[in-house]
């Protein structure tokens, strides 16, 4: 129940009392309560655990995190090693 | 999809991969706490892409493993009580208790429902105003902020109906009892990302100085783990033992205020039993007194339960750390999904289950087994 995966918030509403969303998670859209993340509009991408959105996904950190992979690769000194990685799971050349 | 396809890229975690061999010189073992993360980890083989210097094992974060079998029989007792709408979790159904589980139960007449979030069960106390409905409300700190606002709810409605089963569990201590542990063999912990969104990382610093272990909040996606796997061996190779957030598009050192505020209404620190091992201090939640109204506990005298384990079962061992799932003699013979002896062989986050479901029939011979000696 730790498990989720990103969805993306598409409207607000209030219902009984708490702030209300319906969020897109690839196709399967759910009410979610949104009552701990005042701040989160439509648009914006969360994290739900059972029905309740606990944190806003930073664009700019997943940005961030993306570009140092990309870094690494280009840095590593293992390069090679790493090539013959890929060859060897390839399709032979 | 946004935010995953990209974290799930092969090319890019045969890289990370390759970073971690090159920087792994010595043996190293790393725990991740969380069962989710135990599950991607076997489901996306990122154990196998590793050097045989980096061991990972797999930790209690499986909140229905750790549910201990008395709070399993009392909610078996409560579920057959007549006139209870009894909610929980899909996950729970299958858990045995010390007879049979909830499943059987409900076979046999009980109203049984399996609920997405806590705030359906709220809706059916509303709906079913001359019915008890009781919630089981298990979890790490990530359910803890659902159940907590089920409860507030639940009183701004007047819902008398309506009352929780509460057994949740904690991260910190759980970590401090396994570095405690004789035979502790964990050098640096991937902590739950999840867990870490609500309640942030300010707890960890004091633990990671106290064992000089190395804690790297970890997401759940391949790269997310390899990443944090990457961030653990360079801190152990360099003798350093820090915090470090390896999820820091979810995650942040404050974590969810707002949630934190209502936990800390609604629940209490308790002495929390683990089921397969034992009581440790301060590791759970339950009502706070201002909320005792809700205890299920309190509400049904489903008497003391004398709680009995399958002797075969070894899930103690494996949420240790100290044995993998697949060497266990009963794994895939007595002890299969359908037929459980252990909650890890029936939850979605279990060790038992993932190896299971992975076809990780055999026991392998890994360099861990080799490390474990050493």
């Excluded at chain 2, 598009?249 to 404050?254: F, I, S, Y």
Aim: glycine share 8%; aromatic share 6%; charged share 20%.
């Amino acid at each position: 129940m730790c498990l989720a995966v990103p969805g993306r918030v598409e409207s607000i509403h209030e219902a009984e009392g708490t702030r209300m969303g319906r969020v897109n998670f690839g196709g399967v859209v759910k009410d979610v309560c949104l009552a701990y993340l005042p701040d989160i509009a439509v648009g914006d991408y969360t994290i739900v655990h059972v029905g309740f959105a606990i944190s806003k996904i930073d664009e700019a950190s997943a940005r961030a995190t993306l570009e140092t992979f990309a870094d690494l690769g280009l840095l590593d000194e293992g390069l090679a090693e790493l090539r013959g990685d890929v060859a060897d799971e390839g399709p032979a050349p | 999809m946004k935010h995953l396809a990209e974290y799930r890229d092969a090319d890019t975690a045969r890289r990370l991969a390759a970073e971690i061999r090159r920087v792994a010189t010595r043996p190293w073992a790393l725990m991740e706490v969380c069962g989710g993360q135990t599950h991607s980890i076997i489901r996306n083989g990122v154990d196998q892409l590793l050097p045989p210097e980096v061991e990972l094992i797999h930790g209690p974060g499986c909140p229905v493993c750790v549910t201990p079998l008395e709070t399993i029989d009392r909610a078996l007792g409560i579920a057959a009580t007549p006139g209870v709408i009894f909610c929980s979790f899909g996950d729970m159904l299958r858990v045995p208790g010390s007879r049979d589980n909830l499943l059987a139960v409900k076979a046999r007449g009980a109203d049984v429902r399996v609920v997405y979030s806590p705030l359906d069960a709220v809706t059916l106390a509303r709906t079913h105003s001359d019915r008890e409905v009781v919630f089981l409300a298990i979890g790490f700190e990530t359910t803890a902020p659902a159940n907590a606002m089920a409860v507030k709810l639940a009183r701004q409605q007047g819902l008398a109906n309506f009352s929780l089963l509460v057994s949740h569990v904690l991260v910190p201590p759980a970590i401090e009892a396994i570095m405690r542990s004789p035979g502790n063999r964990v050098n640096a912990f991937l902590a739950a990302g999840h867990v870490c969104s609500v309640m942030g990382t300010w707890q960890y610093p004091p633990l990671a100085a106290r064992f000089r272990v190395p804690i790297v909040v970890t997401g759940f996606e391949p790269l997310d783990l390899l990443e944090g796997i990457r961030r653990a061996v360079v801190q152990l190779e360099a003798g350093r033992h820090d915090v470090e957030n390896a999820y820091a598009r979810v995650v942040t050192e404050l974590g969810n205020e707002a949630a934190q505020r209502v936990i800390a209404e609604v629940f209490a620190p308790v002495d929390r039993a683990w089921r397969g091992i034992g009581v440790i201090p301060a590791s759970g939640w339950r009502l706070a007194d201002a909320y005792r109204d809700f205890d299920a506990e309190l509400r049904f005298a489903v008497g003391d339960v004398t709680a009995v384990e399958s002797p075969l079962c070894r899930s103690g061992d494996v949420l240790k750390g100290t044995l993998k799932p697949n060497q266990c003699p009963a794994f895939g013979r007595e002890c299969t999904p359908r037929t459980p002896l252990g909650a890890t062989m029936v939850s979605s986050e279990g060790a038992c289950a993932a190896y299971y479901h992975a076809g990780r029939r055999v026991e392998p011979a890994t360099a861990g087994a080799t490390h474990a000696s050493s």
